[in-house]
């Protein structure tokens, strides 16, 4: 694996913060360059073995992800209009580009139930230097991080801290912004 290059961008020690799978990739280059990060923020991480497409199931996978497909076939305006009903509390600023970016799902890695590969996350995490904030969010709502779970990562690092989100989903800064970045700035003051 090349080492990521920070110094292109004038970055030292620089902050991660990611979400979803920009988390695990985040926990991912945290725990390879340890050198390399100042802390990481991780907005509800897929902490599980395998993603939830990555089943094998075929058809059953395509019917698990049919929304996307669905919202991928609409034209722009009704892309944009679906994602204010379905995520009300976000902002516009949010809502367009959640829609937009619909558009651009490579569906094809649904429907084959993606790569049969899993993702370590336990080794990972245990060996992150770094400081780490874990922000879950309502399992109930959509979120992916259970309690066990969270509870179990806070087991293996070495320094983080977790910080539950109430009333959020997956998408935890744009359910709870105020929230989450009380919580964030609360951390990167500390670190």
């Known amino acids: 694996m090349q080492q990521p290059s920070f110094e292109r961008l004038g970055l030292e020690n620089p902050y991660l913060f990611g979400h979803s799978m920009g988390a695990r990739t985040a926990a991912t280059v945290a725990a390879n360059y340890p050198d390399l990060v100042r802390a990481i923020v991780l907005e509800d991480p897929p902490l599980v073995?395998?993603?939830p497409f990555q089943t094998n199931e075929g058809q059953a996978g395509r019917q698990r992800w049919q929304w996307v497909f669905d919202l991928?076939?609409?034209p722009r305006e009704e892309r944009i209009a679906r994602g204010f009903a379905l995520n009300p509390?976000?902002?516009?600023?949010?809502?367009?580009?959640?829609?937009?970016?619909k558009a651009e799902v490579q569906t094809d890695v649904l429907?084959?139930?993606g790569?049969?590969?899993s993702y370590p996350w336990?080794?990972?995490i245990a060996r992150i230097a770094c400081p780490?904030?874990?922000i879950t969010g309502d399992p109930q709502l959509g979120a992916i991080v259970t309690p066990e779970a969270a509870q179990e990562a806070a087991q293996l690092w070495q320094h983080g801290e977790v910080v539950h989100i109430p009333g959020a989903g997956h998408n935890i800064r744009r359910d709870r912004y105020d929230e989450m970045m009380a919580a964030v700035k609360a951390f990167l003051n500390r670190t």
Not at 90 to 100: G, K, L, M, R, S
């Open 49 to 51: 073995e395998r993603l």
């Open 72 to 74: 991928k076939a609409l």
């Open 89 to 101: 509390n976000w902002a516009e600023e949010e809502v367009i580009p959640w829609a937009d970016s």
């Open 111 to 113: 429907e084959r139930g």
């Open 115 to 117: 790569a049969p590969n």
């Open 122 to 124: 336990r080794e990972i």
């Open 132 to 134: 780490i904030l874990l």
